[in-house]
């Protein structure tokens, strides 16, 4: 009451359409920023399973033999006259291991990181379409479940929790040991089975999953797109009445 004869009391601002209007616009433009975020992660993200996967072909294809069979001399797994004689293979193997070793430690640093920003961002997402009312919440939705399982399939928790890594990711040195030891055991077909579905099946599983998520997130932001250009159009047509 005193403040009303004082003259301070501040005016309602209206609650309706505009301020609705005003709301959605300001979180569709911050979803657009994670919707722009969103495709960068996914680009790295499929960027850093090719890597890997290129990096295992090329272990897998046998070009790398004199690399391999050098490190091993080194370490003396096997004797020395069998590493001598796949080593005269020649010395562009010797380069082409280097390189496929360096190809997997990059991918294996882009999957890290990209698998869970790329989490967080369809998380983020979700909360702007569930806060601003965009729409789209039920795909959004489903792609943030979707990248939660590539999370778990890429980041190597089991690591951190057993030692042991089972997943997408790798360590170069155990894809050569075990490449070496399923080349030399010729007709042991769970070996080799167990082997590819290592370094070839959790991979290509991860990439189905990513896309499947990538084009939910697709349907969302384009759900979103329809709703903002709907309640645009339907707020001039309101302005012109």
């Known amino acids: 009451m005193l403040e009303e ?3 301070l009391v501040q005016p309602e601002l209206p609650v309706g359409e505009v301020g609705v209007v005003v709301g959605q616009e300001d979180a569709h433009q911050a979803y657009r ?3 722009f ?6 680009g790295l993200l499929l960027f850093g399973l090719l890597l890997t996967q290129a990096g295992f072909w090329i272990v897998d294809s046998g070009y790398v033999d004199s690399g391999i069979a050098e490190e091993i001399m080194e370490s003396r797994y096997v004797p020395v006259s069998d590493s001598v004689a796949v080593r005269e293979v020649g010395e562009p193997g010797v380069e082409l291991y280097a390189f496929a070793g360096r190809t997997v430690r990059l991918g294996n640093y882009l999957l890290t990181f990209t698998s869970v920003l790329y989490c967080l961002t369809l998380l983020v ?5 569930l806060v601003g009312r965009l729409g789209g919440l039920a795909s959004g939705a489903w792609s943030f479940f979707v990248s939660l399982v590539v999370a778990v399939l ?4 089991v690591q951190a929790a057993t030692g042991e890594m089972v997943g997408v990711l790798y360590f170069f040195k155990d894809l050569v040991e075990e490449y070496w030891r399923v080349s030399q055991e010729e007709g042991d077909l769970i070996e080799r089975v167990g082997y590819y579905w290592r370094y070839v099946g959790l991979w290509f599983v991860t990439l189905v999953l990513v896309c499947c998520a990538q084009v939910r997130a697709w349907r969302s932001g384009q759900a979103v797109a329809r709703r903002m250009a709907g309640g645009q159009g339907s707020g001039v047509r309101r302005r012109e009445a």
């Not at 975020?37 to 996914?42: D, E, H, S, W």
């Not at 997402?125 to 379409?129: D, H, M, T, Y």
């Open 5 to 7: 004869q004082n003259g």
């Open 33 to 35: 920023v994670f919707r």
């Open 37 to 42: 975020a969103r495709n960068v992660f996914f």
């Open 125 to 129: 997402g979700v909360k702007l379409s």
């Open 154 to 157: 890429v980041v190597p928790w």
